[in-house]
């Protein structure tokens, strides 16, 4: 499968590379929209956010996932960032060292969820001790999905 | 008189060595881009006593991560002193910029009484420059420029609730620092004072710079953390515009849910909540101890306030205060 470099993936998902370049700017706004499909080309799109930390603190910063994804294919893109304000005042500023761009390996639809593995090429976009593969679950029926944040699983809201 | 309330006087069972720990780091969203600017978003307040005896050094620090390239020309940074523990401003060290060009000045004005308590710029200066150089006056001396942040905290293990990672995310992180070494009689004759910063823009954009505009506060800080810890969603930004002598009246329920959230009871966190508010540095100028004693650059108060707001579960996020810190003013370490 190719692998797909984070330019390429930027440019796939309409950010320019000035807006990468700075990386604690990127924009977390409107890279892609909420969960949608489109049955005759077997893909989807989808956007979710969570509050950190989670629990009874309130949010300092949001945790944001957002891809393409070929159901059909098995293929896609994912990124995920951790920006500052709680989700309801989220910034454009992506804090450093906790972007990432995900390869979509694997798709398999199960329980009316989509469950999604990928891999991050970029090894410098992992932490130390994290494993490069990863797993998201995208359930469009209940409007949530999951992933890790260092080591957490964390549930989201998909956005519209 | 009245008087800060000590961590002496808080609830049975305490140590005696209350406090909170996540400065204030981005905790202002609408000072974020898009429209935002980082330059007036403060990050930390410092208030300590290192050498000279009769000297003390006050620190606001601002610009997380360095995101912008200046001091906010149109801006008034205000560091506070309280005098007489009413939550008030007595005495104000009101700092201006000029705009950037190839370099920035700065001045600094000391403002007492009602004039301290005004949004506006007051005050005789006391000491002005440019940035980026250690500046002297008679007594006070004056540092305003890109800095090492020495706030040091694993700020990914608490995003990740508590599960630390032993990462220190603000070691090679910049921010502006502004420090004041005063004489201590220029923070009043009573030792015992409260700290505070502030930042405030004009009203209405009037596009001169002649600092004679109507200013609204948009950030403040005292202890570090009140506001991230405990402020939830669009209390954030209330807070942020409050005004010290208000918060036990407008914002102790805030802080008395998350405390009884990780399991304080409701006298506990009744306690604790009127040791936290006001949100102001208590500072004793005539003594070294650090936090809650003013705070030094290497108290760890991110220590010493996860064992308070999680009653003990969590004591520490296995970080420790940077190495690149200087012996000598302006103490923050050169920028990365």
């Given at each position: 499968m190719e692998k797909i470099n984070r330019r390429k993936f930027l440019t796939l998902v309409g950010v320019g590379?000035?807006?990468?370049?700075?990386?604690?700017?990127?924009s977390g706004a409107g890279l892609l929209g909420g969960p949608s499909g489109d049955k005759s080309s077997g893909t989807f799109s989808f956007r979710a956010v969570s509050g950190l930390p989670g629990g009874a603190l309130p949010s300092y910063a949001s945790y944001v996932v957002q891809g393409n994804v070929n159901v059909a294919a098995r293929s896609g893109v994912v990124a995920r960032a951790v920006y500052a304000g709680y989700p309801g005042a989220m910034s454009t500023i992506a804090l450093p060292g906790l972007s990432q761009v995900v390869r979509v390996?694997?798709?398999?639809?199960?329980?009316?969820?989509?469950?999604?593995?990928?891999?991050?090429?970029?090894r410098s976009q992992l932490r130390p001790g994290e494993d490069a593969v990863v797993q998201i679950r995208v359930d469009r029926s209940r409007g949530v999905a999951w992933t890790g944040f260092l080591g957490q699983n964390v549930e989201m809201r998909l956005q519209a | 008189m009245m008087g800060y309330i000590q961590p002496s006087d808080g609830p049975p069972g305490q140590t005696g060595k209350g406090g909170e720990g996540m400065a204030d780091h981005l905790d202002e969203p609408n000072l974020s881009p898009p429209g935002g600017d980082p330059s007036i978003d403060i990050t930390d307040v410092y208030a300590f006593k290192k050498g000279n005896k009769?000297?003390?050094?006050?620190?606001?620090?601002?610009?997380?991560?360095?995101?912008?390239?200046?001091?906010?020309?149109?801006?008034?940074?205000?560091?506070?002193?309280?005098?007489?523990g009413d939550a008030r401003a007595d005495i104000a060290?009101?700092?201006?910029?000029?705009?950037?060009?190839?370099?920035?000045?700065?001045?600094?004005?000391?403002?007492t009484g009602d004039d301290a308590?005004?949004?506006e710029v007051e005050g005789d200066v006391i000491i002005s420059g440019p940035t980026d150089t250690?500046?002297?006056?008679?007594?006070?001396?004056?540092?305003?420029?890109?800095?090492?942040?020495?706030?040091?905290?694993?700020?990914?293990?608490?995003?990740?609730g508590f599960a630390f990672t032993g990462s220190d995310f603000f070691a090679d992180k910049n921010v502006f620092g502004i420090a004041l070494e005063v004489p201590n009689k220029a923070?009043?004759?009573?030792?015992?004072?409260g700290v505070w910063g502030r930042t405030l823009l004009p009203e209405e954009d009037d596009h001169d710079d002649d600092h004679d505009d109507d200013l609204m506060q948009v950030e403040r800080m005292g202890r570090p953390a009140i506001n991230t810890v405990f402020m939830k969603g669009a209390r954030k930004r209330e807070f942020n515009r409050g005004k010290p002598?208000?918060?036990?009246?407008?914002?102790?329920?805030?802080?008395v849910t998350v405390l009884k959230s990780f399991g304080h009871s409701d006298a506990e966190a009744a306690g604790l909540a009127a040791i936290l508010l006001p949100d102001i540095l208590t500072y004793n100028y005539e003594s070294g101890a650090g936090f809650l004693n003013g705070r030094n650059l290497t108290d760890d108060v991110i220590d010493i306030e996860l064992g308070i707001v999680s009653k003990g579960a969590v004591t520490t996020d296995g970080v420790a205060a940077h190495t690149d810190l200087l012996g000598v003013f302006p103490f923050m370490g050169p920028p990365h």
């Open positions: 590379s000035g807006a990468v370049a700075g990386g604690a700017m990127l390996t694997d798709v398999r639809e199960a329980e009316g969820a989509v469950d999604i593995t990928g891999v991050i090429d970029d | 009769k000297k003390s050094t006050l620190m606001l620090n601002v610009n997380p991560l360095t995101l912008s390239s200046s001091f906010n020309h149109r801006a008034l940074y205000q560091l506070a002193v309280d005098t007489n060290f009101n700092i201006t910029f000029t705009r950037p060009h190839s370099s920035q000045k700065v001045k600094v004005r000391r403002a308590r005004e949004d250690v500046l002297t006056a008679g007594q006070f001396k004056l540092f305003a420029g890109r800095r090492s942040d020495p706030f040091f905290f694993d700020l990914l293990g608490f995003l990740a923070l009043g004759q009573n030792p015992n004072v002598h208000n918060d036990p009246a407008e914002f102790t329920g805030d802080v």
